[in-house]
């Protein structure tokens, strides 16, 4: 069997950074594992048209990799190449097993190990075992009746189907989160008709993208000049969190009223201006930026379907709709999400005595500093639960989790000991103290179902507080809080 100090699984941005940081405490004994065919993780899967990041790119990448981006929201194929980037530049690849999808991870007492069982039946063993899975990997299409039946094609966003060509098409959206935001104007031009189902409208902002000049990209060269930018732009998101959580009348004046202008100015008809206009309080579920969807909506081919005009099933030529309409279809495009809180981890992971991860998360997922959990000795995951954020960058957070599974296995390596664990009574005042605080939040209280929640009803996607007060809590590594053995 195949012995490594560390495993990784996933080679997103979570997997690249877990393994840059285990280099910097001596650890060159890891093996990442990946599924697909490549590496990169989300941007590297999420290729539909229109695919670009949402947070300013010199803040959504690594502190320690700048990059001479070409514009401030970077496009899915700069994300790609700046991918590309970090893996040739740490070596990564050649640490890279690919087509190496995991089905279950077991703790063995014996060994002091965690035995990975891959599909096909091999069995690798791993000192301390990382999840870097990434909580947007498992898409999730409901069960519409007659989902089956259609005689057309279809596929889910994360996987668009480059080889079929939409363009002249009759299409079908279901869905108008984040993803169709982007898709909808894309293609909108393209095809004959464009019907979108949505449930429930998102708040939208404008976008303040710009193309940077060849000079700015040479600044953005140094260090220091990039390193300031990132500060300004950290900074300039962090303050959102006041209205996310301590003012509601910020929360109004400052984003909902802006968004209801955005509506007025992008859109003259009464109707369509009602059926994008949410009931809940702005950033309840995720805000969109773009410029371009509610011209999109405007087009003369493009119809909106709002919920009371939803779908009663799908047949074999297309939808038919809640008001009894039959829409005759070439394409159905599913933008209808990922199982990113109950189904965090997607695989079985069975730690000491037997139990799953599966059981202790069967109320609702929950681990210390959103990373550890007690009776999974040697794991930890990446974006784990209350690890979400929704007004700045998620590389800050997972840099801020390195700090912290760094911190944890030095204690390991200093001590001589073989296993670090989260005592149980740490990992339950924890989740409690996050409970209690996402009560003030605007995630919780603000008036909308958003797949921020769980089954259970609580939140488990988002962290309730400031990014920086995340890092302060992983940097301050509490040996207290640990069994080291």
Partial sequence: MQQHTAIIIGSGFGGQAAAINLRRIGIDDFLILERRAWMGGTWSQNSYPGAAVDVQSPLYSLSFEPYRWSQMFAEQDELVEYTNHVLAKHGLREKTR??????????????????????????????????????????????????????????????????????????????????????????????QTLHVFQRTPHWVLPRPDRAFSKFERALLGNKLIYKALRTAIYWGLESRMIGFKYSKKMLNVVAQQAALKHIAKQISDPALR????????????????????????????????????????????????????????????????????????????????????????????????????????????????????????????????????????????????????VKPQAEADYTTMIHREMKQTV??????????????????????????????????????DHVIV
């Fill in 98 to 191: 690919l087509h190496a999808n995991v089905t279950k991870v077991q703790w063995d007492g014996a060994s002091q190990t965690w035995q990975v069982q891959l599909e096909g039946g091999e069995t690798l063993a791993a000192r301390f075992l990382i999840n870097a899975s990434g909580p947007l990997s498992t898409p999730v299409i409901p069960n519409f009746k007659g989902r089956d039946t259609f005689e057309g094609h279809t596929f889910h966003t994360n996987n668009w189907q480059h080889d079929h060509d939409h363009k002249g098409k009759r299409v079908a959206i279901i869905g108008s989160g984040a993803s169709a935001a982007q898709i909808i104007p894309a293609i909108a031009p393209e095809v």
């Fill in 274 to 421: 009602k059926a994008v206009t949410p009931d809940y309080t702005i950033g309840c579920k995720r805000i969109i930026l773009s410029s371009t969807l509610y011209p999109a909506l405007c087009r003369p081919n493009v119809k909106l379907h709002p919920k009371d005009d939803g779908i009663a099933e799908i047949n074999a030529r297309g939808i038919l709709t809640t008001q009894g309409q039959q829409i005759d279809l070439d394409l159905i495009v599913y933008s209808t999400g990922y199982d990113a809180t109950d189904g965090v981890i997607s695989y079985p992971v069975v730690g000491k005595g037997g139990r799953s991860v599966q059981d202790v998360w069967a109320e609702f997922p929950r681990a210390y500093l959103g990373t550890s959990l007690p009776g999974f000795p040697n794991f930890f995951v990446v974006t784990g639960p209350n690890t979400g954020i929704g007004h700045t960058s998620a590389i800050f957070v997972i840099e801020a989790q390195m700090e912290y599974i760094r911190r944890a296995i030095q204690a390991v390596q200093q001590k001589g000991a073989k296993t670090i664990e």
């Fill in 443 to 480: 995630w919780q209280s603000g008036g909308c179902t958003s797949w921020y929640k769980s089954k259970s009803g609580h939140v488990i996607a988002m962290f309730p507080g400031f990014s920086f007060t995340f890092r302060q809590m992983a940097k301050a590594f509490k040996p207290g």
